[in-house]
């Protein structure tokens, strides 16, 4: 019996710069940016770190490549459209290549306030391309609200899809998510919807060293991220040495989980003031969505650093938090598909997602500048995301 041949080495992929992006950006999607490693990237794409390295030097480099990654998709797949595309070529573009790296594409919209700025400038001017394209052909469109506000909120109905992880297949989230943008341009300027006149609850007012302690970490968080702040900033912005925090929060960790639960307590007594008294599904809808914009507006900071910093918090923190999640997310979804009972629930939970990618990026085009019009625009733009119809 012949010897069998020797095996012959492995070939090394031809996309495996690809590979490596696509799996960094599950990694800093899941972990954060600081929280992983190359270690744990490499195990991912299945190489040891000596190899990834040869690809990427290190960390940032990587991370800068990840959160640019969608943007230089969206620009390509716009790019090869006609000038006189349809506003539904355009978001089925758009849709596309977002749902091809929905594991990945939502680093961009938390993890990219760790860039430089010169990155992140780039990072900026790139979605602004796509923006402007979408702008353009809204602004053919009717509507009298301002077509850049309803192509921003357009995109951020798309983007949304990188949030969260409701299993969908492919067709169906397209159909879903250029139904939802296209609504979405189509919004009027809102007459009977979202009165401006919609309280949410408010912060504990500060009167103990403890609640001094996190009103000043919030706003560093936000802006620098939580990586980034140490405790000794947060004890310089009260006024205290550093060692004082520790009279008050075992770590910084604590600080941050204590901001989390805030905003989903304060988001929890919104809602339940929201739907007092609401007999109906349809008027329950809208009664979130006014209350969801205008906790949005009320409680950006707080909201902002809670979104984007989960992720950072051990296991056992992120726990109740993410069941809270849950629950807001089902409560949506229960009255959505009682005002529309043709939804079924995945469906509607995309959409609920939707609504809310909506609400962040048309904030983030008003600059979160809060007036009764600001709310009451993206309100209306958050209602038509869900197909809502007054």
């Not at 749902?99 to 602004?128: C, M, Q, T």
């Not at 609400?359 to 869900?386: I, K, N, Y």
């Amino acid at each position: 019996m012949e010897p069998a041949p020797p095996s012959s080495p492995a070939t090394r992929p031809r996309n495996r710069r690809q590979l490596i992006i696509d799996a960094a950006g599950r990694v800093f999607n899941e972990r954060g940016y600081h929280a992983a490693s190359m270690e744990e990237i490499a195990l991912e794409v299945g190489i040891t770190a000596p190899a990834l390295y040869r690809h990427f030097p290190n960390k940032y480099t990587l991370f800068a490549e990840c959160a640019t990654f969608m943007a230089d998709g969206l620009v390509e797949a716009l790019d090869e459209l006609p000038p006189e595309a349809t506003l539904d070529e355009l978001f089925l573009a758009a849709s596309r290549v977002t749902i091809a790296h929905r594991a990945s594409g939502g680093v961009y919209r938390w993890e990219a306030r760790y860039l430089n700025p010169d990155d992140r400038r780039v990072l900026r001017g790139k979605f602004g391309q796509v923006v402007d394209r979408v702008t353009d052909a809204v602004t053919a469109e009717e509507g009298d609200l301002d077509p850049a506000l309803r192509a921003a909120a357009a995109l951020g109905a798309i983007g949304s899809i990188t949030m969260h992880r409701t299993r969908i297949s492919a067709q169906r989230a397209e159909k879903l998510l250029v139904g939802a943008a296209s609504r979405v341009v189509a919004t009027e300027r809102p007459r009977a919807v979202a009165s401006a006149s919609v309280e949410v609850p408010s912060p504990p007012v500060v009167r103990i060293r403890r609640a001094e302690i996190l009103a000043a970490a919030i706003p560093l968080f936000e802006r620098d991220g939580f990586a980034n702040v140490s405790l000794g900033r947060i004890a310089e912005a009260v006024g205290l040495a550093p060692s004082a925090i520790y009279r008050h929060y075992p770590g910084k960790v604590d600080i941050l989980a204590a901001a989390c639960l805030q905003a989903a307590g304060l988001l929890s007594q919104s809602v339940e003031q929201a739907l007092r008294g609401c007999a109906d599904p349809h008027a329950a809808v809208a009664a979130l969505a006014e209350t969801y914009v205008a906790y949005s507006f009320e409680h950006r900071s707080l909201t902002s650093v809670a979104e984007a910093e989960l992720v950072g918090l051990p296991a056992a923190l992120q726990r109740p938090l993410v069941l809270a999640q849950r629950d807001h997310i089902a409560l949506w979804e229960q009255q959505l598909r009682a005002a529309q009972p043709d939804l079924n629930a995945r469906d509607a939970r995309v959409l609920v997602h939707a609504g809310f990618g909506v609400v962040v990026e048309a904030g983030r085009r008003l600059r979160w500048q809060d007036s009764p019009d600001a709310r009451r625009s993206v309100a209306a733009l958050l209602l038509s995301a869900l197909g809502w119809r007054d």
